[in-house]
T-cell receptor, first 112, second 115 residues
């Protein structure tokens, strides 16, 4: 059973701080990693993806991947109240789309 | 259309009735996914279609659930003899090729309530 784990939260950070969201996965052969944001009552939307070890930056967001330790994280710099949402980690174990496994999500609350 | 669309947006039904949920993927996307999301929970994979290949039905929770897709376009998810535990948001997503590195684009979902 392939598993993706996240701390359910809520994770509360003050406005302007760095929010750090973590995700671990069980399938060592996983190759593609995605972070989705889901506002309450809305559908998930892609924030960013990462395939290689190391950091990938996109604006205020940085994804970090460590395949040896089987974790992927998302850092949000200068957090804003509008970042308050549930963040879903998704992992794909192979070349075929049906191997996507989503984590339960971490609820982030950015306090003004 | 510009994005994935789903209908109806909300469906309230009585226990034991059948329901049909519809998904229109992004034009040109060969892969289509159905997920179920119970309140406060993560996404649960149900079924995956890719082109003309046989669908991956490994996530369907029981034989009351079935899905079809017409070519590379519309898909319908059918739940027969609905139960209260079927109450959830059903999300459809599509991606260009269905590869492991593909981005999935989600529809707005259908909120199903079984009374």
């Amino acid at each position: 059973q392939k598993e993706v784990e996240q701390n359910s939260g809520p994770l509360s950070v003050p406005e302007g701080a760095i929010a750090s969201l973590n995700c671990t996965y069980s399938d060592r052969g996983s190759q593609s990693f995605f972070w989705y944001r889901q506002y309450s009552g809305k559908s998930p939307e892609l924030i960013m993806f990462i395939y290689s070890n190391g950091d990938k930056e996109d604006g205020r967001f940085t994804a970090q991947l460590n395949k040896a330790s089987q974790y992927v994280s998302l850092l949000i710099r200068d957090s804003q109240p509008s970042d308050s949402a549930t963040y879903l980690c998704a992992v794909n174990g192979g070349n075929y789309g049906q191997n996507f496994v989503f984590g339960p999500g971490t609820r982030l609350s950015v306090l003004p | 259309g510009a994005g994935v669309s789903q209908s109806p947006s909300n469906k309230v039904t009585e226990k034991g009735k059948d329901v049909e949920l519809r998904c229109d993927p992004i034009s040109g996307h060969t892969a289509l996914y159905w997920y179920r999301q119970r309140l406060g929970q993560g996404l649960e994979f149900l079924i995956y279609f890719q082109g003309n290949s046989a669908p991956d039905k490994s996530g369907l929770p029981s034989d009351r659930f079935s899905a079809e897709r017409t070519g590379e376009s519309v898909s319908t998810l059918t739940i027969q003899r609905t139960q209260q535990e079927d109450s959830a948001v059903y999300l459809c997503a599509s991606s260009l090729e269905g590869s492991g590195s593909d981005t999935q684009y989600f529809g707005p979902g259908t909120r199903l309530t079984v009374l």
